[in-house]
């Protein structure tokens, strides 16, 4: 199984984390796989030390792979969580009250947005 957190808005517009496990079958030689998602676009992003983002929604449904740095996610409820690098978030809060985010350390993060 492949861990991923999902934020989403319920039918009255909060935002709630999800744990999702993605399932993974043998594929010997070459390991383990999940089936095959489609994917619209590939987004490269850098945001500086102080990014602290207040209420927003996602601009589209989209997985977040962090690659270098934390960052923590209020939803609108006031649950946070803590991200660190290597983990991987699916946003699909696309409306609603949104979530905050900011960084975790003082330096720059790195993170690539899928868009499904």
């Not at 010997?28 to 983002?53: C, D, M, W």
């Not at 939803?75 to 690098?85: H, L, N, Q, V, W």
């Not at 905050?100 to 899928?114: A, C, D, G, Q, V």
Request: charged share 25%; glycine share 8%; proline share 3%.
């Amino acid at each position: 199984m492949f861990q991923v957190t999902r934020v989403f808005s319920d039918e009255n517009g909060e935002s709630h984390f999800e744990d999702v496990e993605i399932p993974l079958s043998d594929q010997g030689e070459i390991g383990f796989l999940s089936q095959a998602q489609a994917t619209k676009s590939i987004i490269f992003r850098e945001v500086l030390p102080s990014y602290n983002y207040d209420f927003h929604c996602a601009p589209q449904r989209q997985y977040i792979i962090l690659l270098d740095g934390g960052v923590e996610i209020e939803t609108s409820t006031g649950e946070k969580r803590s991200f660190k690098t290597g983990e991987i978030l699916l946003v699909e809060d696309t409306s609603g009250k949104g979530h905050k985010t900011r960084n975790l350390e003082t330096k720059i993060r790195k993170s690539i947005f899928i868009t499904i």
